[in-house]
């Protein structure tokens, strides 16, 4: 693998930012920063062991940092060393894994010595035999056990860290001094396989990350052009077509494979049934049915045709497609979304900043009482310091066992795992999550605020009502010109919005052929949740609510279109200087889903509530909520208004979710505990300024997020207590003399494997 560094201005100076290799457990991560800390000019250090990454700020140079990890048994991702451990395991491929290790390889040549010639020993009562016995089990102990005891040294002295490694070293070289030979080789050899076990499961969930990365692919097929057969273009491959002559000053095209990451925008490829699309782009020619699950989470694939948009890393099912690039490789929307992935990934809960901090005075605490069950048992009631001939265990041994049990390895990693498979599985199932704080508190959430444009509906909606002053017609005239003269008035002030009611009555004045009726109207006005004011030929006009038609001094001419107003349209009135002279009316269609989706919540959440935050009138609203199920409607809120509602449904229920676009409700979205924007496939500014992201426009994927994120505490609730149940057992055990070294050892590896699994099942979340 090679290291990314990074370096980037900041206020405490440098960022430096890499990959590391040669971490084992969640503790190596704690021992590189305490390590890197105290390199003189370090501000700050943070490292991630699930991600193997490194951030730090300060001073401090990229040789400082590498020679530091060399001191402490690590490295930088791209140097090699004899250390270096293997690299990551295809799916399955545990014995070759294992094998890649030379660590493992000397434990294993080590443990079938130590099982040779302890058989022999069981089977011969000769002095010499068990003399060779004791010797092979010694060297087992030095040999299997040298890079465990060099990396707890380097540990003490340049991180001032008890770590793990130095623990095993007490409790092996502390075995070998009570005459428990077999003790302190079982000690060195299960806690190298178990190291190796952990590095195994640990690289497991990093794969799942990798998988994202992979999903776009290496080369790609890009279409030439030239005038005349002796004109050349280099690449990897060339197959030229055939058809048509081939005579000088002809146009030609031909096909030639590239890297990926050589694709501009603009480069017309070839995308062959089967293959992955190499690029975010649109389709030039060519129609087919492209399967973006591995992308946006959607299982089923969509049809697609020229001026359709298209993801990298989709893939085309059964028709050739020429695709025009739009977006170079490093920004497709698989690599935006991995990169976020991997930020995501680094970014501690704080539950793991919290086992973090008890992890550093954890262990600690626990070799003091090691001492502690030592000394006082010895010097105060004439306990044995060793082990007696009555085969009962002596206090130096029951401290021993202390110490293999205050490893924090399984606590340590317990959360990371978890979090790690739950943000990967997310995206796998079309939904980024920024980091683990983002996940904790999207389990926490007990109110779900929905905008209701765009969101709850279709947002796209159509005028279904025009009705000028003095006519009566109803719902839409077949021609009316005083009906075509509102619209074409509307259409004057709208024509630079980017607002769905906008486009509806643009719409609208082009089927009609009403947009040149008036000039573009000038000097326009928005007014943030009510319409919009310009000027024209001399009038102001105005398109947009009876607040705004009040604030412009037109109130009084509301009236003649109650009717209108009061049906469950969105109404939009028109007026020219202080007269209202039409309304326009417009229905924006529910989303199929959203009924399932908020029964869904409901089903699966009992206790959570749903409501709506919408500038639209309350008639509206209040139909689309009774339509679909809603728990509580606010409506006519401007911009602020909604703040304030996110600010009082806090207050009421607790934490509140507020799902919009990203984009109008960006200021809600920021307010909100956790802000969810639709729609990120494509759209940067979703990924950026959102909390949590649904790839695809479906809000379908809400209650899988809302479930996963529970599902994940759930987890992580489950490793803790099983990290310091099993701990608190074998601390009772040990104490009284019933833990054996070697059962300690299991205990702790054990248990680090079984946090780590556990955590892991969340990459087969439903």
């Keep these: 693998m090679r290291a990314h560094i990074e370096a980037s201005s900041a206020s405490g100076g440098a960022t430096l930012r890499a990959k590391i290799a040669g971490m084992d457990c969640g503790s190596c991560a704690l021992t590189i920063e305490d390590g ?56 399955g491929n545990f014995l070759g894994f294992f094998l890649a290790d030379p660590q493992q390889r000397v434990a294993v040549g080590a443990a079938v010595a130590v099982l040779v010639v302890c058989l022999w020993a069981a089977l011969s009562a000769r002095p010499i035999v068990h003399q060779i016995r004791e010797a092979i089990l010694i060297a087992s102990v ?96 060339h197959d030229h077509d055939h058809g048509g002559g081939d005579h000088p000053g002809e146009a030609h095209e031909h096909t030639q494979v590239v890297r990926a990451q050589e694709l501009r925008r603009g480069d017309l490829i070839l995308v062959k049934p089967g293959e992955r699309i190499a690029a975010d782009g649109v389709i030039a020619s060519g129609e087919s049915s492209v399967n973006q699950a591995a992308v946006t989470g959607e299982s089923i694939p969509v049809a697609r045709g020229p001026g359709d948009a298209v993801l990298a890393g989709t893939v085309n099912a059964e028709g050739a497609l020429r695709v025009e690039v739009r977006r170079v490789a490093s920004q497709s929307t698989v690599a935006r979304i991995a990169r976020l992935v991997e930020q995501a990934q680094a970014q501690r809960s704080p539950a793991e900043r919290f086992i973090d901090r008890f992890a550093r005075w954890y262990t600690p605490a626990v070799v003091v009482l090691a001492i502690l069950t030592v000394a006082v048992p010895v010097l105060f009631w004439d306990g044995a310091l060793l082990n007696p001939a009555d085969g009962s265990r002596g206090w130096l041994y029951r401290g021993l066992a202390l110490l293999i049990i205050a490893c924090p390895c399984a606590l340590v990693i317990s959360i990371p795992v978890t979090v790690v498979s739950s943000l990967t599985r997310l995206a796998q199932l079309g939904v980024l999550v920024k980091g683990g704080e983002q996940l904790d508190k999207l389990a926490e959430i007990r109110t779900v605020a929905f905008d209701k444009t765009g969101t709850l509906t279709r947002g796209r909606p159509s005028i279904t009502a025009v009705q000028a002053r003095g006519c009566e017609h109803e719902p839409l005239p077949p021609e009316c010109a005083r009906c075509d003269d509102v619209v074409a008035l509307a259409a004057s002030v709208e024509g630079s919005s980017e607002h769905p009611i906008a486009h509806a009555i643009l719409e609208w004045a082009r089927a009609r052929g009403l947009m040149h009726r008036y000039p573009p109207a000038a000097a326009i006005v928005a007014a943030a949740g009510r319409g919009v004011t310009g000027q024209l030929q001399g009038s102001a006009v105005s398109v947009g609510t009876e607040a705004l038609m009040s604030a412009r001094g037109a109130g009084a001419g509301v009236k003649q279109f109650t009717t209108l107003t009061e049906s469950r349209r969105t109404v939009m009135l028109v007026a020219r200087d202080a007269a209202v002279v039409g309304a326009i009316g417009v229905e924006d269609p529910v989303r199929e889903e959203t009924p399932q989706v908020l029964a869904t919540l409901k089903r699966t959440i009992p206790s959570l509530r749903t409501a709506m935050l919408t500038g639209d009138n309350e008639r509206v609203a ?102 310091l149940g099993l701990k608190l057992a074998f601390l009772a055990l040990a104490v ?19 946090v780590t699994l556990n955590g892991m099942r969340m990459l087969k979340a439903k």
């Design 622 to 723: 209040l139909d689309v909520a009774r339509r679909i199920g809603l728990d509580e409607v606010r409506a006519q809120l401007m911009p602020t208004d909604k703040l304030a509602a996110i600010e009082q449904l806090r207050r009421e229920h607790g934490p509140v979710a507020m799902v919009g676009d990203g984009i109008n409700d960006a200021p809600a979205l920021a307010r909100a505990d956790v802000g969810i924007a639709m729609g990120g496939a494509g759209s940067a500014q979703a990924m950026e300024t959102a909390d949590v992201v649904l790839m695809q426009d479906d809000l379908t994927r809400l209650p899988v997020a809302l479930s996963v994120a529970r599902r994940n505490r759930s987890i992580v609730k489950q490793n803790i207590a099983l990290s």
């Design 142 to 237: 030095v040999i299997a056990g040298a890079p465990i005891f060099i990396k707890g040294l380097r540990a003490l002295f340049f991180s001032r860290r008890v770590s793990i490694d130095l623990l095993m070293t007490l409790a092996a070289l502390g075995a070998l001094l009570i005459g428990e030979s077999g003790e302190a080789a079982t000690v060195v050899l299960l806690f190298t396989f178990g190291e190796g076990l952990e590095r195994f499961s640990a690289a497991r969930a990093r794969d799942s990350l990798k998988s994202l990365l992979s999903l776009q692919p290496e080369v790609a097929t890009v279409i030439r052009s030239h005038a005349g057969s002796h004109e050349e273009e280099h690449g990897h491959d």
């Design 736 to 754: 009284p003399g019933l833990a054996t070294l070697w059962l300690a050892v299991i205990a702790d590896v054990g248990t680090t494997v079984l």
């Design 36 to 91: 890197l800390k105290q390199l003189p000019g370090a501000t700050r250090v943070a490292v991630d062991f699930t991600t193997e990454t490194l951030e730090l700020e300060g001073e401090v140079s990229r040789e400082q940092v590498a020679r530091r990890l060399r001191q402490l048994g690590y490295r930088l991702a791209d140097e090699t060393g004899a250390a270096r451990p293997p690299a990551a395991p295809a799916a």
